[in-house]
């Protein structure tokens, strides 16, 4: 039996892609709608506002309260959420095979006749500054904006997504409905569903509920890709208890053709109990609870960092140990037992992965906006197969270039 569902792609008159995959042993279904817009296409004065626009979206429409949005669904045993990248708005739904058509009405009623409401618009400015707080009481993710910062400089892609108190205080009305006008267009969306449904009828819903509105000529703001930052080491003092450690570099995109080499590195480098990092840094030197490496992957850019948390004693040893790992790593790359292990781990995350409709239905959208075509599971698992070790350590003297390190230090 195949790993793929049954998967079909139609894009209506007005530009707006509908892909699917239904798995008739399930009785759910998972949906998105996608935005082709984040937070790396905001102007230096609109910082935040995709992600504010997302809140705002859940906060009443012509025909449905705040309550009524959030009931929705919840009352039918499913949920509804979404969330703001640097790339990308989604706005999802999960709930039983029965309720697939109620699901997709509230996300388009959501997304085409949101009130905007004024005094929602203020209280929701409270809740998002809540959130900016709480970001910078939790070191843990707040490295995370700072590292990102240092590695893409004065790029918008590298700005937080959540935008700053300032920026977020100052939006209006009219700016949030000249953003939504703007942006969300059916030829700048992605309709994704994974899970039981026939994509025929998932057509005819989403032609009758956002066929509608056609085009405009109003073109994308176009993106332009970062350029490679020199190397930083920066520490921002926090009265904390721990230090928390952040290093990277700059990465490739989600289509860049040693995208799997790249991932083995990471795998082998900091994807688990079994990792380098883990292994050295915890298992024999006892420097840190939680150690770990990733690449985040965008249209044109991506990011590799590695994390820990430590005393703040021994956050010197901690950095020069994860800087030894990463030049063993850069020159002599990984044994043959590593890179069967990471192959292995990194075709059965994929496989356990595609149990879930939302798994399934996330890969599918990222498939269409970054690569305009769907791969068969099939088409990845024959790749992974295909990394060597030479390739690895090609790859891994790209990425973990000196001249591009960056090290960031949040803590005491």
């Keep these: ?25 399930v009785r759910s279904v ?9 937070s790396r296409d905001e102007a230096e004065a609109e910082r935040g506002i995709c992600h504010f626009l997302e809140h705002m979206l859940f906060k009443g429409t012509r025909r449905r309260s705040v309550f009524d949005i959030a009931l929705s669904l919840e009352s039918l045993g499913g949920s509804l959420d979404a969330f703001t990248s640097r790339d990308l708005t989604c706005f999802c739904a999960r709930c039983l095979d029965e309720h697939a058509e109620t ?8 997304l085409q006749h949101s009130q905007l409401a004024s005094v929602e618009i203020e209280k929701e400015k409270r809740v998002v500054l809540e959130e900016l707080q709480n970001v910078e009481d939790t070191p843990e993710d707040l490295i995370h904006d700072l590292f990102a910062k240092s590695v893409w400089g004065q790029h918008p892609v590298g700005a937080p997504v959540l935008g700053s108190p300032e920026t977020v205080k100052a939006f209006t009305r ?16 992605v309709v994704s569903v994974a899970g039981n449904l ?28 970062p350029q490679r930052v020199g190397q930083s080491v920066c520490h921002f003092h926090r009265d904390i208890g721990q230090t928390h450690i952040c290093m990277g570099t700059a990465a490739c995109a989600y289509t860049h053709p040693q995208r799997y080499e790249l991932l083995v590195a990471s795998t082998v480098l900091g994807g688990g109990m079994s990792s380098r990092l883990f292994q050295r840094i915890r298992e024999r030197l006892g420097l840190a609870y939680a150690v770990y490496s ?3 992957m965008l249209e044109d850019t991506g990011l590799f960092g590695t994390y820990l948390a430590c005393d703040r004693a021994r956050a010197e040893q901690s950095i020069e140990v994860v800087g030894k790992e990463f030049g063993r790593l850069r020159r002599a790359g990984i044994s043959q037992e590593e890179l069967a292990r990471a192959k292995a781990q990194l075709r059965g995350e994929l496989i356990l992965g595609l149990e879930s409709m939302d798994t399934r239905m996330n890969r599918m959208a990222w498939e269409e906006i970054y690569t305009g075509r769907y791969h068969p599971p ?14 690895v350590l090609e790859a891994s003297q790209g990425l973990l270039d000196e001249e591009g390190m960056h090290v960031i230090t949040v803590g005491p």
């Excluded at 998972?30 to 984040?38: A, F, P, T």
């Excluded at 949030?176 to 942006?183: E, F, K, N, V």
């Design 198 to 225: 026939e994509h025929s009828r998932l057509v005819d819903w989403v032609s009758r509920l956002f066929g509608c509105k056609g085009g405009t000529a109003r073109p994308c703001r176009r993106r332009e890709r």
């Design 294 to 296: 990733y690449i985040e």
């Design 103 to 110: 699901a997709l009405d509230v996300v388009a009623d959501m």
């Design 1 to 25: 039996m195949g790993l793929s569902g049954e998967f079909r792609k139609t894009t209506l008159s007005n530009g707006l892609r509908v892909v699917s995959e239904q798995i008739r042993a």
């Design 30 to 38: 998972s949906l998105g709608v996608w935005v082709e817009v984040g």
């Design 378 to 391: 099939e088409d990845s698992l024959a790749v992974i197969d295909r990394v060597t070790r030479e390739g």
């Design 174 to 189: 009219r700016d949030l409905q000249r953003y939504l006008r703007d942006s969300y267009r059916p030829e700048n969306m």
